[in-house]
Structures are given as structure tokens and as C-alpha cells.
């Protein structure tokens, strides 16, 4: 890493002083929803540009494989998922911390060289940090034995482009930079886990919404973490999930509620698994984070599966098509989880129509009641409520089950009782 004045001639050498980008992931070790922003240092570089920095997570790398099957993908019957396509063939650029390719589900063909904007000559392929590797397994993870987690779309192939580290050496300018060759490297999906956390100067904010526009000119869809800064309730926007066309991902719970830290906002397209997520690290093995930075991925990987499946629809019909068969509560969206929360099956499989690009549509489902009602969800690291009440039932059925048993008992215990006392009776009246 060099010092804050060499980052700083490479900005100006990108021809950017402009805002830094944030990495959507949160320690798996926070418990508390206001403890979401304590993971985000702030740092001033010596140019006054303001840079953003990656915490590190509780997680250790190389780690030992957990075996058996996320949550996340449990609610997902894979073979249904899977019946006409596991992605391959479509490109998945994620621009992020690296991605490595010595984790044995991230080999075979998985990811292919990219770019590195932080090393000069890079390829992408390596990760210091651990944040890009996660993301890349929850899209096209390959399977293994010794797991039950696999990438959603496991025969896809990640282009890796290094664009940020735990330094908060990547900025708009890198980013822009990052977008343009995914574009036109052939991406299809281009994931971005990363928002800015600020305003930016409009001339800024006009290059970051020119690359965006550059490559949805090429088709490539944009699916983009909508940020973490969501405790305190207040509705902003982020970039680039909030510029047009960019599906904004939010991260649910296992309840299908916001996750408290999930930050909301008239932009949110979609919701999408973010707390409890099992994923690939550098070396080897598994670790487990949250964040709307593996949210979003998780929609990246449907997506991919649409793709393959339809590859003469364009993004906007991709987009319509995983807010449409979303599972909500309400014939609308909100600001918490958008649409919903994306149901892979259906947005892969409910496709005898071709979808609009003009979004979906209010459709009457579920019971759930309104939208006003939507609230975040309390951060559960151990059983659900769900869970909970099924536990307290088996007690109630066991308890009923031991009831019936004692009476039986009692019961024949009492007619032994009476059956010898009558024949004592018996017995004294012969003798008399």
C-alpha cells in the first residue's frame, strides 16, 4: 500500500478528486442495528478528498468449509432452480476487492482474468481483503463435496476487477474506469457492491452517471448494493444504485423483512438475503458476514439465470422480471424492500410471458396488509420467531402427550387397586 500522497497523485493522474466508495459488508460480529454504522472509518487524505475504508470482518482466511446449507439457498429448491440453466456462458464483472481463484469452488473456469486498477499489470485475481471473494462465490460459487454452499449460478464465469481494498484506495474515478472495461469486456451483469457516501460535485456526478449509461448502452445490467447507513431510519439516496436503471438491491432477513441496517429509499428496486450469509473466502473455506454488499450478488446470480435462459431479453426486461415475481405483502413496492424479496424460482422460471421494460406492475398478493406496516426486522443471530413458536408448540404437544400418559397410568394403577381390594373382600367374606 503506498502512502496518502502517492493515493492521492494516483486520483489526479485518473483526473478525479471525487468521492471514494464504500464496500457493503458489515462484520458478522455486529448484534445491534446502530452499531451498523461503527463499522465505516472515516479518514481525510492529504488532497481534503474524503475516503471511505473497509473494516475488516470477524472472519479469517484461509477458514475451514462449513457443511452444511445456508439458510439463503434452503429456501430455494436448487433443482427447480436449475432445471433449464446453471448460467453458463453469461459474464458477471464484479467490481470490487479482487476475487481469488486459489478457493477450490472459485477454479475450473469460474473466473477469468480481469483488471486490477490498484496494482498496475493486475488481473483481478487476487484479494487481500476477502470482500470480493465473497461476493463472487454467492453468484457462481462451483460445488464441492465437502459443503452444501454453492453459487446461484454455477456455471457462470466472474470477470474480477480490483477497484477498492481495506484502504479505501478506490474512488468514482477507478470506478468509472472499473465500469467502462466491464462494459466492454462483455459483461452482461455488472455487480457492484460499493456505494458513495456522500453527495458528489455534479461535474463528478455526471462522469459516474456517463459510465453507467455507457454500459447499459452495451445491455449490461448494473445490480447495485443499496448501502448499510439504514438504522437511523432516514430515507437517502446512493450511487450508482440510485441512478436510473441500476437495480438497487436491499438486504431481508429470514422473515423477509428489511435487515435493520439496510439503508432505504424511493431508488430500492429489490430485497434480497443479507444476514447470516455463508460464502467462499481467499485459500479456502467459508466465512459468514451481512451486508447489503451480499444482497446483492444474490440478485446477480438470478439474474445470470435469466440471462442464459433468455439471452435475446435486455436488462430492463431482466430488471421487470425479478421486481415482478418478487415475494411481497403488497400489490406495490415500498422503500424498505422495494418490490419484494426476490423468489429465484419464479423469476427464472415464470416466464411464459416476456416481460416489459417499463417495470412491473401493481398485482393484488398476499395478506401481508400496507405498506406503512413494513418495519426492519430485529437482527436475530440464533432461531427465528418462526422458530421459536415451533419449539414452544413440540413443548405443548409433549406436555399434552405426557398428560394423557399420567392418566392412562393413574387409571390403572386406581382399577389394579379396586380389582384387589375386591377380591380381599372376597376372601374374608368365605372365611366367615
Not at 448494493?225 to 438504522?231: I, L, Q, R
Amino acid at each position: 500500500m503506498g502512502s496518502g500522497a502517492s493515493r492521492a497523485a494516483r486520483r489526479s493522474a485518473a483526473g478525479t478528486a471525487a468521492m471514494a466508495v464504500l464496500a457493503c459488508g458489515l462484520p458478522f460480529a455486529a448484534a445491534a442495528p446502530a452499531a451498523a454504522a461503527e463499522h465505516v472509518r472515516t479518514t481525510l487524505a492529504d488532497d481534503g478528498d474524503v475516503r471511505f475504508q473497509v473494516d475488516d470482518t470477524s472472519c479469517s482466511f484461509p477458514s475451514d468449509p462449513i457443511k452444511g446449507t445456508p439458510w439463503s439457498l434452503q429456501r430455494i429448491v436448487l433443482d427447480q432452480l436449475w432445471q433449464d440453466t446453471k448460467g453458463k456462458d453469461v459474464k458477471v464483472a464484479v467490481i470490487d476487492t479482487g476475487v481469488n481463484t486459489v478457493n477450490a469452488q472459485l477454479k475450473g473456469g469460474a473466473v477469468v482474468s480481469g483488471k486490477d486498477y490498484l496494482h498496475k499489470g493486475g488481473t483481478g485475481k487476487s484479494d487481500e481483503v476477502g470482500h470480493g471473494t465473497k461476493v463472487a462465490g454467492i453468484i457462481a460459487a462451483r460445488p464441492i463435496d465437502d459443503t452444501g454452499f454453492v453459487g446461484l449460478a454455477p456455471e457462470a464465469t466472474i470477470i474480477p476487477i480490483r477497484q477498492n481494498d481495506d484502504q479505501g484506495s478506490g474512488n468514482v474515478g477507478t470506478m468509472i474506469q472499473a465500469i467502462k472495461y466491464a462494459a466492454d469486456a462483455g459483461a452482461d451483469i455488472i455487480n457492484i457492491s460499493q456505494d458513495t457516501a456522500s453527495k458528489m460535485d455534479p461535474t463528478v456526478d455526471a462522469g459516474f452517471r456517463a459510465a453507467v449509461e455507457y454500459a447499459q448502452g452495451k445491455d449490461a445490467l448494473i445490480v447495485a448494493a443499496a448501502g448499510n447507513n439504514g438504522a437511523d431510519g432516514k430515507i437517502k439516496e446512493t450511487y450508482p444504485a440510485a441512478y436510473d436503471g441500476v437495480l438497487a438491491v436491499a438486504a431481508s432477513d429470514r422473515n423477509n423483512a428489511r435487515a435493520p441496517f439496510s439503508q432505504s429509499g424511493k431508488f430500492v428496486g429489490i430485497a434480497a438475503p443479507g444476514i447470516d450469509m455463508v460464502s467462499t473466502v481467499p485459500v479456502g473455506g467459508h466465512c459468514v458476514d451481512q451486508g447489503t454488499s451480499f444482497a446483492a450478488p444474490y440478485v446477480s446470480g438470478v439474474a445470470a439465470l435469466i440471462r442464459a435462459k433468455h439471452p435475446k431479453w435486455t436488462y430492463k426486461q431482466v430488471i421487470t422480471q425479478i421486481e415482478q415475481t418478487a415475494d411481497r405483502t403488497k400489490p406495490g413496492r415500498d422503500d424498505f424492500v422495494g418490490w419484494g424479496v426476490v423468489d429465484p424460482a419464479a423469476a427464472v422460471n415464470d416466464d411464459t410471458t416476456a416481460p416489459s421494460e417499463d417495470g412491473p406492475k401493481p398485482d393484488q398478493v398476499g395478506t401481508g396488509g400496507d405498506a406503512a406496516d413494513v418495519e426492519a426486522a430485529t437482527l436475530v443471530l440464533g432461531e427465528t420467531p418462526q422458530q421459536r413458536t415451533e419449539r414452544y408448540a413440540l413443548y405443548v404437544l409433549a406436555a399434552g402427550f405426557a398428560v394423557v400418559l399420567l392418566l392412562f397410568g393413574g387409571g390403572r394403577v386406581l382399577s389394579d387397586w379396586r380389582r384387589k381390594q375386591g377380591m380381599g373382600n372376597n376372601v374374608e367374606s368365605t372365611g366367615s
